[in-house]
């Protein structure tokens, strides 16, 4: 759900995000057409997720990747949305996901999402855990 929101809001400014023309002025737009996809929630609920992780890594027993996505300039997202529309592979959507290392660590996540509203993507990786 939270990525066919994501695709939508890129959908309806697309043309302006894509658009040539005087530097600033483009600038300018691309900017404003990005805040307002970030304001129909996508990136602020990942935002949001980052900041309950990194303020409660304590509860955690394992590693948490956060979602790439975040760190991205306009041209990566732009990119990445436009493979992600185009694909129906998994590996695109990597770059929002939150991934964790257990099982149980994603479902503490997931948890404080849902209380807290939050539209999130996760996956775990599971751990081997050696007996001897």
Do not use: C
Not at 69 to 95: C, V, W
Request: net charge negative.
């Amino acid at each position: 759900m939270e990525l066919q929101v994501l695709l939508e809001s890129y959908d309806e400014e697309k043309d302006i995000i894509t658009r040539k023309g005087n530097a600033k002025a483009s600038a300018t737009r691309r900017t404003k057409a990005w805040q307002r996809i970030a304001d129909r929630g996508p990136i602020d609920n990942i935002v949001a997720g980052v900041a309950w992780l990194r303020q409660n890594a304590g509860l955690l027993r394992g590693k948490v990747v956060e979602p790439s996505f975040q760190n991205m300039d306009a041209t990566e997202e732009h990119e990445l949305l436009e493979r992600i529309r185009f694909s129906n592979g998994e590996e695109e959507k990597y770059p929002l996901l939150f991934t964790f290392d257990f099982q149980e660590d994603m479902e503490v996540f997931l948890n404080m999402a849902a209380e807290e509203d939050l539209r999130v993507n996760a996956m775990f990786l599971g751990r081997w855990v050696e007996t001897h």
